[in-house]
């Protein structure tokens, strides 16, 4: 580690233990210092406050607690904190809601060790570590006509459910098993959803959704 009073101060947020673990041997050598763990959300928020991070490294799918709502909760209070999301999850509405929240990258688990180190040292630099390929592909949902937002749409009760649920992620086979209805029936909402809020897919849906404050 060169000089740790250089040493940018990372959190790592993720409830697995053993992912802890090989971060400390991925980060080792970097201008990066893990001042602290957390493996929920409660935890973490704390120890943004007690910890004073330059950066924070956070998975989505947490036990208590999605990633995603910690994010959005630890912007409202840190505004200028670098957060990267680091997730076992290609799933473009993750990226969206990540992109829409405000944090400053998103890395899988899957990706080199390069890709994770130069996305944690450029979020601790203030700058987007964003791929220029990642926002391609939730640019679309991003550029969603904001005068909708505004408008009351009539969604049913069970529709608000089920596009909450998309918003968090799920597939249309987890909506239909957490909500005990039918494939098809959850199909049918999705489309009734996506007419009434005049958006042609599922990711443009959970940034709309996120923008309503429904997630």
């Known amino acids: 580690m060169s000089g740790d009073v250089l040493a940018k101060r990372l959190l790592v947020v993720d409830d697995h233990e053993i992912i802890r673990l090989g971060l400390r041997l991925m980060l080792q050598g970097l201008d990066l210092q893990i001042v602290g763990e957390a493996t929920n959300a409660t935890e973490a928020i704390e120890a943004v406050q ?120 799920l597939t249309n086979k987890e909506i239909a098993k957490m909500l005990g209805i039918s494939y098809e029936t959850v199909k049918e909402h999705v489309q009734h959803i996506l007419r009434k809020i005049g958006v042609s897919d599922r990711t443009q849906a959970a940034v709309w959704a996120v923008r309503k404050n429904l997630v």
Request: aromatic share 4%.
């Open 50 to 169: 007690n910890l004073q991070p330059n950066v924070v490294l956070m998975d989505i799918r947490m036990e208590g607690g999605d990633g995603l709502n910690t994010l959005g909760r630890m912007k409202l209070d840190n505004p200028d904190l670098p957060i990267v999301l680091y997730s076992a999850y290609d799933n473009p509405t993750y990226i969206a809601r990540a992109v829409a929240l405000g944090a400053s990258g998103y890395v899988l688990k899957s990706a080199p060790r390069e890709r994770l180190h130069e996305a944690l040292l450029t979020a601790a630099s203030g700058e987007s570590a964003w791929t220029r390929e990642e926002l391609r592909r939730v640019t679309g949902a991003l550029a969603t006509p904001r005068l909708s937002q505004d408008i009351e749409v009539p969604l049913t009760q069970r529709e608000s459910e089920v596009l909450r649920q998309m918003a968090l992620g």
